[in-house]
């Protein structure tokens, strides 16, 4: 088997929205973007977004890792997201982290190595 990208997909009940976040609060940068698929890409890393959500929450299992938790989270919350936990330290985990929902419901967190 040879893999050519990893994707995670989101789901969105309105596609320009959801794009708006990723690109604008998240800072990923635009490939493709149609009524029903999109893909927005931060290095070899894709995010793609699938038309025809609900809404309602999803836990998607989408991860990243920023230089600043606290100003992130405040960046999501402007951008239309919320934070649901966080931020908290992690002891013995190195890291501190934050459970956040972007405009379409769709669960991710926000980490940041410990200082």
Do not use: Y
Request: aromatic share 4%.
């Amino acid at each position: 088997m040879k893999i050519r990208s990893v994707k995670c997909m989101l789901m969105a009940q309105d596609m320009d929205r959801a794009v708006a976040f990723w690109r604008d609060v998240v800072g990923l940068e635009v490939q493709l973007h149609t009524p029903h698929w999109s893909e927005l890409r931060w290095s070899d890393a894709v995010v793609a977004i699938h038309g025809g959500g609900t809404g309602e929450g999803h836990a998607s299992g989408l991860g990243l890792e920023v230089e600043d938790l606290d100003a992130a989270c405040r960046e999501v919350e402007a951008g239309g997201g919320r934070v649901l936990s966080g931020p908290e330290d992690r002891p013995g985990e190195g890291l501190r982290l934050a459970g956040l929902v972007d405009t379409e419901g769709n669960a991710f967190a926000l980490s940041q190595v410990a200082r």
